[in-house]
């Protein structure tokens, strides 16, 4: 597709539920991230791949998020056993390389609310 | 760690004034630095970037310089409209292509 594609974009989960959210980069796009927005805050890293590799997950807040891209395209983030800190939007991009100088792009992201 | 701080908000300017909103940020190495804007209802996107000091990103009117010496980013414009109402974020790219985000700051423009 044209841009990143997110799914779902509207989640309510109740605590303690799993949840599982996807991510379609452009197409080609070797790096994948998925990022962290609480209300009122700026995106926050949780991950990085780059093709199927994880290379970064030090931003992953605890060992509930899981996230993996098994064939180097499509991205799934998983949160087990959500709780209400966990409401958010996640937000996916990717970049054509894997350097500083490549632009990111965004989904329009995944908002989570845990009740 | 790398850090990115911005301007605190909300700004509320008329049309046609000047905007200035301040970045400055903290790092290791010499990382690239990003304008990202959110429109309402809309996803981020990338405004502007500078890779090296003293580069300078322009687009749609606005522009920021990478001042090394002060650690800087600020963004300007000499006239803004109605419709560059919208939440800017700043941001900072490491070597292995993660950003570091400013909290966003929230600018209203009024006819």
């Known amino acids: 597709g044209a841009g990143v594609s997110q799914s779902p974009r509207y989640k309510v989960a109740k605590r303690g539920q799993d949840v599982a959210l996807r991510c379609d980069p452009i197409s080609g796009h070797v790096s994948l991230f998925w990022y962290q927005q609480a209300l009122g805050q700026g995106p926050e890293f949780l991950t990085y791949?780059?093709?199927?590799?994880?290379?970064?997950k030090s931003g992953l807040p605890s060992d509930r998020f899981f996230a993996e891209r098994p064939e180097g395209s499509v991205s799934t983030l998983k949160i087990q056993r959500t709780q209400q800190e966990d409401s958010a939007v996640y937000l996916c991009a990717s970049s054509l390389g894997g350097s500083s100088v490549d632009t990111i792009y965004f989904g329009e992201g995944s908002w989570l609310t845990v009740v | 760690g790398n850090s990115v701080t911005q301007m605190e908000g909300p700004v509320t300017l008329s049309e046609e004034a000047f905007l200035t909103i301040n970045c400055t940020y903290t790092?290791?190495?010499?990382?690239?630095l990003f304008w990202y804007v959110q429109y309402p209802g809309e996803g981020l996107q990338l405004l502007l970037k500078a890779t090296k000091a003293d580069d300078k990103g322009s687009n749609k009117g606005f522009e920021a310089t990478y001042r090394k010496e002060t650690t800087s980013f600020h963004l300007e414009k000499g006239s803004v409209q109605v419709s560059d109402s919208a939440v800017y974020f700043c941001?900072?790219?490491?070597?292995?292509?993660?950003?570091?985000f400013g909290d966003g700051t929230t600018l209203t423009v009024k006819p």
């Open positions: 791949f780059q093709n199927e590799a994880q290379l970064d």
């Open positions: 790092a290791t190495g010499y990382p690239s």
């Open positions: 941001a900072s790219g490491t070597n292995a292509g993660k950003s570091t």
